[in-house]
């Protein structure tokens, strides 16, 4: 089982900081993502700060989300 996203605060350059429930932090550099499908719609910067925690994961308004394994793997930890 992965650790829950419990904080997301996005960064400059397309990055977010993230917080999880077992109290590790890490830094995950959405800009690889940004060309497939339903990631262009956060490709305005505007829209990718909008991001949320929703359940154990992370979300956007444009209903863009990642698993949180996803999150967790990819996720360079501080």
């Known amino acids: 089982m992965y650790p829950s996203v419990k904080s ?5 350059n397309y990055e ?3 917080t999880f429930n077992n109290g590790e932090t890490g830094t995950l550099d959405m800009k690889p993502y940004l060309g497939f499908g339903i990631f262009n719609r ?3 910067y505007a829209s990718f700060e909008k991001v949320t925690v929703a ?4 979300e956007w308004e444009s209903g ?3 698993a949180p394994e996803f ?3 990819k996720c360079r930890r501080n």
């Open 71 to 73: 999150v967790y793997e």
């Open 64 to 66: 863009a989300d990642l």
């Open 42 to 44: 956060i490709k305005d």
């Open 55 to 58: 359940f154990d994961t992370i």
């Open 8 to 12: 997301v605060v996005p960064q400059d």
């Open 16 to 18: 977010l900081f993230l």
